[in-house]
């Protein structure tokens, strides 16, 4: 399957602890993109990365925070757990430089749920 | 920004029909415009994807349509079959970058 690799798959946290998911690419794409997926509400943008150190805030930013310190790695940090954050998060990667291809891909998903 | 909705939120049909899911869109600069189907804990994928300078696109059984003018793109899906079963998102970007999703919908291929 595609390069990306999302790490936990499952994990479950209590309020006000912080927690950090994990999207892995061995594909070299420049661009890394992190989503939640709720009934009902689809796929929402949290942070997106355009490239090293290159981020920048999505439809539903608050209570996020992301880093991208190498290519390959893009961090999404929850800084103090909130039940509304419970969700499924989603990575996906993408490089519309090469060639005609737009298509994003995505990461396995992880699913968070916060007590 | 962008917005994006999608129709029926929910589609039942019998094996062998055709299933129908529309969308439209908000921002007259977006210029690509993909599908995916979810399946039931998996990742989303891409199933076809069309941009603003063709009208129609076909891939075997799938099809998607592009009315610019309207704001609207449609999947069209010809004899469905039980592992048609799934949720498909639409959605919509420029040039492919922070796209924005459909909400979503479930479709069933009753046998």
């Known amino acids: 399957d595609a390069g990306i690799t999302q790490s936990p798959r499952h994990k479950v946290t209590e309020t006000g602890t912080p927690v950090t998911l994990r999207c892995h690419q061995t594909?070299?794409?420049?661009?890394m993109y992190w989503y939640r997926q709720d009934p009902g509400h689809g796929l929402r943008l949290i942070h997106y990365s355009y490239g090293v150190k290159d981020t920048d805030k999505g439809e539903v930013s608050d209570g996020y925070s992301v880093s991208r310190s190498k290519t390959e790695d893009f961090l999404l940090t929850l800084e103090s757990a909130t039940s509304s954050q419970t969700s499924v998060y989603f990575c996906?990667?993408?490089?519309?430089?090469?060639?005609?291809?737009?298509?994003?891909?995505f990461g396995s998903g992880t699913r968070l749920t916060v007590v | 920004g962008e917005n994006v909705e999608q129709h029926p939120s929910t589609l039942s049909v019998q094996e062998g029909d055709s299933a129908v899911i529309k969308c439209t869109y908000s921002d007259s600069a977006s210029n690509y415009f993909p599908w995916y189907k979810q399946e039931l804990g998996k990742r989303p994928q891409l199933i076809i994807d069309i941009r603003s300078n063709v009208g129609e696109k076909k891939d075997q059984r799938i099809a998607v349509t592009l009315n610019k003018t309207a704001k609207h793109f449609s999947l069209h899906i010809t004899e469905t079959q039980p592992e048609d079963s799934a949720v498909y998102f639409c959605a919509a970007s420029i040039n492919g970058n922070k796209l924005v999703f459909g909400a979503g919908t479930i479709l069933r291929v009753k046998s």
């Open positions: 594909e070299n794409h420049r661009y």
């Open positions: 996906a990667i993408s490089d519309p430089a090469r060639g005609y291809n737009y298509g994003y891909t």
